[in-house]
Every structure is written in structure tokens, then in C-alpha cells.
Nanobody
């Protein structure tokens, strides 16, 4: 499966963005999906995941600001980001693993099999 992330951009602190991750070459309904981010000079960081039934899990820093959802009919997963902070500035990646649920290791990048190319989010303070 190929993943294409989009929706990044420049936004002021306190604003919002919705990132999309569209899949081709396979049905996303068969995959657990994750979002990661990487800021300049930092390691890739886990943001959150959604399992096949729509259950979600988020990193602590999200603090209720982000929501992951999926539309299997559109073969697309979304990351709605509200109340953005300057520290949310990063390149955001979507990832996929053919699995039913969030098993051990799902917060680690190595757990995922497929990756999108990343979309840049810049939050100005």
C-alpha cells in the first residue's frame, strides 16, 4: 500500500489543521494506522493511532487537542489538530500496519510497515 499525507501548512498558535493520509494499492480497512512527527534535530515521535474498529490511542502530549479518524470508504485517515502550539511544528508522517488491533510496540515507528512521505506543519507563535 502507498500512503500520501497532505494538509500541512503554516498556522498561528491556537489554530487548527486537518491532515489527511490517503492510501492507494490497498484497502486501509485492513490496517492499523498511526501518525508520527519529527521536528528538526529531534527523533521521530509518536502522535497517535487508530485501530481497524476506530479505537484510538494518543501520546500524552496530545492532551485532547488531536483526533484521529478514518473513512474506509475514502481510504483515508485524518489527524485533526486543534489548539496548535509552536512546539507542534514538525514534519508529520502517517504509517500503516496490516493488523487488527494495537498490539505491543504500536507506539514505536518500527511496528509499522508502510509510511507516507510526510507533510510539514509549522505553527507560528
Amino acid at each position: 500500500v502507498q500512503l500520501q499525507a497532505s494538509g500541512g501548512g503554516l498556522v498561528q498558535a491556537g489554530g487548527f489543521l486537518r491532515l489527511s493520509c490517503e492510501a492507494s494499492g490497498g484497502s486501509l480497512s485492513s490496517y492499523v494506522m498511526g501518525w508520527f512527527r519529527q521536528a528538526p534535530g529531534k527523533e521521530r515521535e509518536y502522535v497517535g493511532s487508530i485501530n481497524r474498529s476506530g479505537g484510538t490511542y494518543y501520546a500524552d502530549f496530545v492532551e485532547g487537542r488531536f483526533t484521529i479518524s478514518r473513512d474506509n470508504a475514502k481510504n483515508t485517515v485524518y489527524l485533526q489538530m486543534n489548539s496548535l502550539k509552536s512546539e507542534d511544528t514538525a514534519l508529520y508522517y502517517c504509517a500503516a500496519r496490516p493488523a487488527d488491533s494495537l498490539t505491543y510496540g504500536f507506539t514505536k515507528s518500527g511496528w509499522y510497515s508502510y509510511w507516507g512521505q510526510g507533510t510539514q506543519v509549522t505553527v507560528s507563535s
